[in-house]
């Protein structure tokens, strides 16, 4: 039930979720600084899937914040809002 508030205004970053995640575990990601259109973000899955998919999650829009719930192994790491 992390709370990040990135800033990617001077270099891209990357955020790694946990490897043991619980089945309604939250993560949010705010952008502070309203640049991940410029220097991307990238949520690093860390072996779990988001939104079913087995790829990490590039962050790239001007103010962009996103709640990921866990799920479970089919789905993994979901979106419970995203927005801009």
Known sequence: NDQIFATTSTDAIT??????ASVGDEITI???SRSFASNNLT??????KINGDA??????TNGQS???VY???????VYKTNTA
């Open 55 to 60: 790829s990490n999650l590039v962050l790239n």
């Open 66 to 68: 996103i709640i990921l």
């Open 43 to 48: 949520v690093n899955r860390n072996s779990h």
């Open 15 to 20: 955020i790694t979720l946990p490897a043991c």
């Open 71 to 77: 799920t479970g192994t089919t789905q993994g790491w």
């Open 30 to 32: 705010i952008d502070i």
